[in-house]
């Protein structure tokens, strides 16, 4: 059976941290496991490390194989160098206070190096806060002097002015657009009419309307009527000459006989 250091997946989605274990590598990730040496948290920067530095260095001696993700959490702990200092000792090398030493050494470069990068992030963090706050009042002053600006337009129109456009503005939107309506020239000719409001023909009253003209057709016949009852009155002119001058022949012709 081969033995694996490994990382096994833990958290909520987009909020995951890992615990550091020793398993068969032919469990699944999420399965069985041995031993529990540490934890992983990425969500920090830098990154959460907790593990047992005697429980890594046992199983390293016992030939487990750590995965790339956990050979580089343990080389950033100093695990692997210390494994690599006590197989110097064993060898006789060195001594194991001189190891120690050196140990001692590279973990005091190793956490200045991590609190400088704290240090540094904490102050590009203050400098972001400070430049944001910077914008935002700048941002403020702006509106408070678009405001004022504002108020002193306001202040300087007269009142005159002001009710007169108060006025008008209601009055334009009183008065609707006209309706347009095809009527059955229009439709053949392709134009539109517009037709008057309802409202306006009601004020219209009886007195006010005019007159309605005689069509074409009836002033011919009136015309017509007209010469006929002349006519007529010639005719009986006419006719009343004729008997008057007819009559008086009447009582010669008589008398004669």
Excluded: C
């Amino acid at each position: 059976m081969s033995v694996k250091i490994r990382l096994t997946r833990q958290g909520k989605k987009k909020f995951a941290y890992y615990h550091i274990v020793v398993a068969d590598s032919r469990a699944p990730r999420a399965g069985r496991f041995v031993e529990k040496i540490g934890t992983y948290d990425p969500n920090t920067n830098p990154a959460t490390i907790n593990i047992n530095h005697d429980k890594a260095m046992e199983w390293l001696d016992k030939g487990a194989q750590p995965t790339e993700t956990v050979r580089a959490i343990l080389s950033y702990k100093g695990i692997l160098i210390k494994k690599h200092l006590l197989g110097g000792v064993k060898k006789g090398a060195f001594t194991q206070e001189e190891a120690d030493r050196r140990f001692n050494e590279w973990m005091k470069q190793k956490e200045g190096k991590i609190e400088a990068k704290r240090e540094r992030i904490s102050r590009e963090k203050e400098e972001y806060a400070k430049e944001h706050l910077e914008k935002e009042s700048k941002i403020k002053e702006l509106r408070a002097q678009e405001i004022l600006k504002k108020a002193s337009k306001e202040a300087e129109q007269p009142e005159g002015v002001e009710g007169e456009q108060k006025e008008a503005v209601p009055q334009a939107a009183e008065t609707p657009a006209p309706e347009v309506t095809e009527s059955v020239e229009d439709k053949k000719t392709g134009k539109k009419t517009a037709e008057p409001d309802q409202t306006e023909q009601k004020q219209v009253t009886e007195a006010e309307q005019p007159s309605p003209e005689p069509a074409e057709g009836e002033k011919v016949e009136e015309g017509q009527v007209i010469a006929e009852e002349k006519e007529g009155k010639e005719v009986v002119n006419e006719s009343e000459g004729q008997e008057s001058t007819d009559n008086p022949e009447k009582p010669q012709e008589e008398k004669s006989e």
